[in-house]
Structures are given as C-alpha cells and as structure tokens.
C-alpha cells in the first residue's frame, strides 16, 4: 500500500482531518459509556413489583436526569433482581361447633375353636324292646341287645341302675317297674359299668298316653231293692245315652266294673288300666230316673 505524500497539500489537510474526525468519535463514546460527570453513578434499587402488578412494558426511566438517554435505553436490558417477599397464613379461628369424637371401640373377634368330636363309646347299644309302651301299664321286661356287653355292665333308665341280668355280649335284660312309666314321655337308656369305664350310646323308650273312655258319666238308676245299678252315660262322638250294667263293656275294651253315685270305674281289658269317671255336676241328684219319686199325701186324704 503506498503511503500518503505529506509534501502535497491536499494530503496533510486529509489526514489532519482524519485525525480530528478519530478524536472526535473517542470523545462521542467516553460521553455515552462514561460521561463527564465526577461523582460516580449511583442506581436505586427498586422493590421488586408483585406478580399481579408485573406487567409486560417498557422499562420506566430512572429519575436520576444525570444519565444519559443512551445508558437509560441499556438499563432496560439490565438483570432484574426477584426479592420475594415471606408470606405466613392467618391462624386459623376455633370452631365451636366442632368436637372431639372418640373413635368407636375396636370390636373384639372372638374365635371359637373348632369343638372336637367325642370318641365314639366303645359299647354299642343297638335297640331295646319293647321301644314304645303305654303310661300307667304294669311292669314289664326289657331286652336290650348290642355289642361287646360284660357282666359287670348295667342298665341305667333316666340315670338310675337296675338290676340286670347278662345273657351274653349281645344280649342284657332287666324289669321296668310301673313307676317309671306312671306319665307320658321318653326314657333314656344306657348301658354302661357303675364306674362309667365303659359305656355305650344312648336310646330311648317312648312312653305314650294311654286310650281313654269316650263317656260321660251322667246318672245312676238305684232300685228300692238294689239288686243292680244301672248307669247312664253318654256318648261324647253322637251324644247318644247308653244304659250300661256292671260288666258290660263299652266300645270293645272298657269293661264296667263298678257303678256309684259319685263315679263309674271302667277297666281296659287289653291293657288292665283302670279309668274313672265321675258323675257330672250338672246331672248330680237330677232327672227323674235318678232316684226313687217320694209319696205326696193328696188334700182329700183324711188324717
């Protein structure tokens, strides 16, 4: 590059100017970066604006009319410094309408354990005989027959031991007396030893009601010489009178067998229980066949 020729004089002019020209821009630069004032600058801090009042928007100018307009443009793009301010909630207010509730009991499980079953006896008891009888009969002999009896096993009624008689392992009997069945209902039966050692399952005998007399005594004819009573009952199906002597027997089974005027007695002939029948109140001294009519003396009789 050839180098300017100072000994023109259009040359020097040019590169004085050039010169000029280059102090100049300096000065230009130094008064927008720098500027000519002494004190140093200052910048105000400002409160960091809330949320809501942040605002997209230009930049407010700074107050300090020291700076220049070109270093106010550049603060805009300045670093902004968030501050956040401490937030603490109000305590909250007791509420009166509220309570503690305790929480409900915890409900106890109660497990049950699982029963076991009883060993099964080790003497079998398999049937009694007879197994149903009437209330009020005589006495009468029970067989019972099982398995695996000994001699020194008993037969036990309702709890209570009777003399037993040992026929084999499979065969006991024993005599029911009639107090045991004076009423209707079941009686238990179990064989076992006094000391309960061994023993065998339980069984029962069926004590039912026995069949009664359909009558009512209603009334007695009594002859002057009383020879014979006769009696009057009724039938309770068709309310038809009969007139029955001692002896006779009613409905095929009752057999009279003695007529008062309190009551009539009637014996089952196939069971040989006897039933009683009173008179009923309402027919007690009444109807005419009841008794004898008195003699009335007529008016016109002299005395």
Same mark, same amino acid.
């Given at each position: 590059?050839?180098?300017?020729?100072l000994?023109?004089?259009?040359?020097?002019?040019?590169?004085?100017?050039?010169a000029?020209?280059?102090? +100049?821009?300096?000065?230009?630069?130094?008064?927008?970066?720098?500027?000519?004032?002494?004190r140093?600058?200052?910048?105000?801090?400002k409160?960091?604006?809330?949320?809501a009042q942040?605002?997209?928007g230009?930049?407010?100018?700074?107050?300090?009319?020291?700076?220049?307009?070109d270093?106010?443009s550049l603060?805009?793009?300045a670093?902004?410094e968030?501050?956040?301010?401490s937030? *603490?909630?109000?305590?909250?207010?007791r509420?009166?309408?509220?309570?503690?509730?305790?929480?409900?009991?915890?409900?106890?499980?109660v497990?049950?354990?699982?029963?076991?079953?009883?060993?099964?006896?080790?003497v079998?008891?398999?049937?009694?005989?007879?197994?149903n009888?009437?209330?009020?009969? +005589?006495? #009468?002999?029970?067989?019972?027959? /099982?398995d695996?009896?000994?001699?020194?096993?008993?037969? #036990?009624?309702? +709890?209570?031991e009777l003399?037993?008689?040992?026929?084999?392992p499979?065969?006991l009997?024993?005599?029911?007396s009639?107090?045991?069945?004076?009423?209707?209902?079941?009686?238990?039966v179990?064989?076992?030893?006094?000391d309960?050692?061994?023993?065998? *399952?339980?069984?029962?005998? *069926?004590?039912a009601?026995?069949?009664?007399? *359909?009558?009512?005594?209603? +009334?007695?004819?009594?002859?002057?010489?009383r020879?014979?009573?006769?009696a009057?009952?009724?039938?309770?199906?068709?309310?038809n009178?009969?007139?029955?002597?001692?002896?006779?027997?009613?409905? %095929?089974?009752f057999?009279?067998?003695?007529i008062?005027?309190?009551?009539?007695?009637?014996?089952?002939?196939?069971?040989?229980?006897?039933?009683?029948?009173?008179?009923?109140?309402?027919?007690?001294? %009444? /109807?005419?066949?009841?008794?004898?009519?008195?003699?009335?003396?007529?008016?016109?009789?002299?005395?």
């Amino acid at each position: 590059m050839q180098l300017a020729d100072l000994s023109k004089p259009g040359e020097k002019k040019k590169l004085i100017w050039a010169a000029a020209l280059g102090f +100049g821009a300096i000065l230009v630069l130094w008064w927008v970066l720098i500027g000519f004032d002494s004190r140093p600058a200052t910048t105000t801090a400002k409160p960091a604006a809330s949320p809501a009042q942040q605002r997209p928007g230009p930049v407010a100018q700074r107050s300090n009319t020291s700076i220049s307009p070109d270093v106010q443009s550049l603060a805009a793009f300045a670093p902004i410094e968030y501050q956040p301010s401490s937030y *603490n909630a109000p305590e909250a207010k007791r509420n009166i309408f509220a309570y503690y509730e305790p929480p409900p009991p915890a409900q106890k499980v109660v497990t049950e354990a699982t029963p076991t079953p009883a060993p099964p006896p080790p003497v079998l008891l398999a049937s009694v005989s007879p197994s149903n009888v009437y209330a009020r009969t +005589g006495d #009468f002999k029970l067989e019972v027959a /099982g398995d695996k009896f000994t001699p020194d096993m008993r037969i #036990f009624v309702d +709890g209570r031991e009777l003399p037993t008689s040992y026929k084999g392992p499979q065969q006991l009997s024993t005599t029911i007396s009639a107090a045991f069945i004076s009423a209707p209902g079941a009686r238990q039966v179990v064989v076992r030893t006094p000391d309960s050692r061994l023993f065998s *399952n339980p069984a029962s005998i *069926n004590v039912a009601a026995p069949p009664t007399p *359909n009558y009512t005594y209603i +009334g007695i004819i009594s002859p002057e010489n009383r020879v014979t009573d006769t009696a009057l009952v009724q039938d309770r199906n068709n309310k038809n009178i009969l007139t029955v002597y001692r002896g006779d027997v009613l409905s %095929g089974r009752f057999r009279v067998t003695s007529i008062s005027e309190k009551e009539l007695v009637l014996v089952d002939t196939s069971l040989k229980i006897k039933h009683t029948l009173a008179m009923s109140e309402s027919d007690k001294g %009444g /109807g005419p066949l009841a008794r004898p009519t008195p003699r009335v003396d007529a008016e016109d009789d002299e005395p």
